[in-house]
């Protein structure tokens, strides 16, 4: 009889530890995105680019505001190599820090016109927020 619930403890925490490991693998693979510099990101596939991060610097030229509604449009320049460049296309509340040579994170997918779709955009914080040392 002590065998018998043995096996029925075992049982169900054979079943426990394989839904708890379908659980991390179902969240891990569904909400993973790859976070890569504009470089990268021109070099890499589009199956790798249908869900990713890019960080680089808003280009001087080509910031366009969406006339429809809020966005904007703008070129995406890798912080090291400048000639490397994606376009970008952002719907929604653009961060007052938003301007031409602002290092940004945009969060979206590589769309089928090879724009480059955010539905996130971030702005690094400029360095007038940062402390400063004070003699006093």
Known sequence: MACKNISIYLVAFCLFLGGVGYLAYAGFTENSVYFLNVAEARAATPDKLAAARLFGTVAAQGIEKH??????????????????????????????????????????????????????????????????????
């Open 67 to 136: 006339r429809d509604g809020p966005g904007v449009t703008f070129s995406l320049e890798d912080k090291d190599n400048a000639s490397q460049a994606i376009v970008v296309s952002y719907s929604g509340a653009v961060p007052d820090a938003f301007k031409a040579g602002a290092e940004v994170i945009v969060e979206g997918g590589m769309g089928p016109e090879g724009r480059f779709t955010a539905k996130l955009l971030i702005t690094k914080c400029p360095s007038k927020y940062q402390k400063q040392n004070r003699n006093i």
